[in-house]
């Protein structure tokens, strides 16, 4: 029986978790419409351009509105329970509250896990393309990913360092670039040459049209040119300068890849770290939505399918918005990058088991 009956409850969550999960994710695509329509219409790139891009980005509108699907799922379901009188009848017949809202606290962890698996699987890669389609082709910038920099150093090795006036990661090329090794702390070799490029076939770097300066002990500097020379140096042309962060273009593969790397060059990750506790954490808004939307249903106690679209809308963004401002504080080293991702969902945790604690519920 008690099975019977929570699957009854839950079979009544997936329809409106569904409804609420196209209208939202509707939402947000005309608000891209707008944004981007006239761009398309100026572009003339035509209508088929203009569905790819919204295709591609539709994982990304799922992942963003699936907790504010869970949330509005809950208020329809535990309400239609209440006006139904089914929630009075299985009170009467000795459920207790919180045994009537488990279903429902399943299948919004259920829904986190779909939304994770999205999140890391296909949505960043389409999120790209879509970024790939608008940045690269229809606006046709070459750099679209900042892989061109000038005047960078970084590191090659055990006391090898270059300096290069221009990295062109797209191309894998470097201009006016200095190679300096070292033994022991003092400079023994230097290579100062026009260009240098990534050789694929070797996965080495070869510097080219240049000079070769060698420092020996107790004697002068041996100068030598050179036209073309291979170097040792194999670190690949993307592990020494990074493209540009698009936070929902990389999945928490992609970040922990993007940790290492800079970490190995020496570079500042605060963003990166709090990005990738905000994309750990997200799933777990699910649940906390759920606890939310039955804590305002048992304290508010009115059905109203217009007012809980209206509650589950406002209160989700007001959800989001919270996020982006605890990932901004994150980045902003105003807090801890594990609590910048976790504190949102666990805020609104604590809020809704206060609530359910006032209506009674547990």
Not at 10 to 16: C, D, N, Q, S
Not at 152 to 180: L, N
Not at 242 to 266: C, F, I, Q, T
Request: aromatic share 12%; hydrophobic share 50%; proline share 4%.
């Amino acid at each position: 029986m008690n099975k019977v009956f929570h699957r009854y409850i839950a079979r009544g969550f997936w329809a409106p978790f569904g409804f609420g999960l196209a209208v939202f994710c509707l939402l947000l695509l005309f608000g891209s419409l707008f944004d981007k329509l006239n761009f398309f219409m100026r572009s003339g790139s035509g209508a088929g351009a203009f569905a790819r891009y919204i295709a591609f980005q539709a994982p990304y509108f799922a992942v963003k509105m699936a907790p504010i699907a869970t949330l509005l799922a809950v208020l329809f379901t535990l309400g239609g329970m209440i006006s139904r009188g089914e929630w009075k009848a299985g009170l009467a017949g000795g459920w207790r509250p919180f045994d009537m809202i488990k279903p429902l606290l399943l299948c919004s962890v259920v829904a986190g896990a779909g939304q994770l698996l999205l999140q890391e699987t296909a949505a960043p890669d389409l999120f790209m393309r879509a970024e790939y389609l608008m940045e690269g082709k229809l606006r046709a910038k070459q750099d679209w990913k900042h892989l061109v920099k000038k005047d960078v150093t970084f590191s090659a090795g055990d006391e090898v360092f270059v300096t290069a006036h221009v990295f062109d990661g797209r191309r894998r090329v470097m201009e006016r670039v200095i190679m300096s090794i070292y033994n022991k702390g003092e400079l023994s070799l230097e290579i100062n040459a026009a260009s240098a490029s990534w050789q694929p076939s070797v996965k080495r770097w070869a510097f080219h049209d240049g000079v070769m300066i060698k420092y020996g002990a107790g004697s002068g500097p041996s100068i030598k040119r050179f036209v073309s020379y291979q170097s040792a140096i194999s670190v690949r042309p993307e592990n020494l300068v990074l493209e540009k962060l698009v936070p929902d273009g990389l999945s928490s593969a992609d970040l922990l890849r993007r940790l290492r790397r800079m970490r190995a060059v020496g570079a500042p990750a605060t963003e990166e770290r709090t990005l990738l506790w905000v994309k750990l954490a997200a799933p777990l808004a699910n649940p906390a939505m759920a606890l939310i939307g039955a804590a305002m249903v048992l304290l508010v106690r009115r059905n109203n399918k217009f007012f809980s679209f209206g509650l589950a809308l406002g209160f989700g963004f007001f959800f989001w918005a919270v996020i982006i401002m605890a990932q901004a504080a994150g980045n902003a080293e105003l807090l801890h990058p594990a609590l910048a991702g976790f504190a949102p969902p666990a805020l609104f945790t604590l809020v809704s088991l206060w609530g359910l604690r006032r209506a009674r519920a547990i």
